[in-house]
């Protein structure tokens, strides 16, 4: 590879100092190597870490500087650019980013050199459907969370898969996984472990209300329906929907999120070896 971009979370990068190094020792090896500035991430561009506009066309691999969560939102910044990415740590260990900084050098000299794989991590996608036929449209990488936004009141949830009635939950919210997102929130609300590569969707609810809590394991290709509390309820509240973290949108009493399977993949370039489960085993031995 010859042409990077790098996308640094500039809260642990203050300055961009870390970006500056990566592109002098590309620039030194012969490479060329871009990186966001500040302006890049002004309120109103509708990004986060940076602008996908500023990405140069040729690009061929994208150099994420932060942690899992820079990443994620780099992930959905160029989801329709499908550009490999490669994630160099500033936190403490996670599982999409490989390398600390002080361990950057060997990593960038084997992608320069073609020593890589890729592996590709599905994504979905979210539509908010309004009473009144508008919607509000999304992507994750991770997941996607339907939770009560008026903390006093439960939400009665109705999930259909493919059109059909699956069940109703009274709970505090609703987890829509990939298995990239499995070691995420759905980890906290009990939901299983899955292997990063695998194809499927996963539902979990947070909280609920009975004395079963169960993860639903779908094939990768359902479409899953959540329908918040009708508005007959009168303990019924309002949902917000959150893509990845990042607030999608509200959803009043009877309107539903339809989630499915994103036509965009997130391409995670890997330098070596290691596995899932040693990562994992390393993780839950903290």
């Known amino acids: 590879m010859d042409r990077f971009f790098v996308i640094s979370n500039i809260t642990k990068d203050p300055g961009l100092k870390a970006a ?19 302006i890049m991430a002004a309120p109103g561009t509708g990004f986060t870490y940076t602008d996908e506009r500023w990405v ?5 691999c994208v150099l994420v500087l932060g942690g899992d ?10 989801a329709h650019r499908q550009i490999p990415m490669f994630g160099i740590n500033m936190g403490t260990l996670g599982y999409l ?21 890729v592996e590709d991590r599905m994504m979905l996608k979210g539509e908010i459907i309004r009473e009144n036929g508008d919607s509000v449209k999304d992507r994750a990488l991770n997941d996607i969370v339907i ?16 059109g059909e009635f699956l069940s109703h939950y009274t709970a ?23 292997e990063p590569n695998a194809s499927i969707i996963l539902i979990t ?6 004395l079963v809590n169960r993860t639903i394991v779908l094939p990768a290709d359902a479409r899953v329906t ?43 370039l890997r330098t070596s070896k290691v596995s899932f489960l040693e990562i994992l085993r390393k993780k839950l031995s903290d």
């Open 205 to 210: 609810p947070i909280s609920p209300h009975t």
């Open 226 to 268: 959540i329908r918040a509390s009708d508005r007959s309820d009168e303990k019924s509240g309002r949902c917000l929907a959150s893509f990845d973290g990042s607030e999608g949108g509200i959803l009043e009493p009877g309107e539903q999120i339809e989630i499915g399977r994103s036509s965009y993949t997130t391409k995670i």
């Open 69 to 78: 969560g820079t990443l994620i939102q780099a992930a959905r910044d160029l």
């Open 56 to 60: 140069p066309e040729d690009t061929e």
């Open 97 to 117: 980013t490989e390398v600390d900084c002080a361990s950057a050098a060997g990593a960038l000299d084997k992608i320069m050199n073609d020593q890589y794989y």
């Open 172 to 194: 505090d919210g609703m987890i829509i996984s990939t298995p990239t997102g499995s070691t995420a929130y759905n980890l906290s609300a009990g939901g299983p472990l899955v």
């Open 147 to 162: 939770t009560r936004k008026d903390s006093a009141k439960v939400v009665r949830f109705r999930v259909y898969v493919n």
């Open 20 to 38: 500056k190094a990566i592109q002098d020792y590309l620039a030194r090896k012969g490479k060329r190597c871009l990186y966001q500035n500040q």
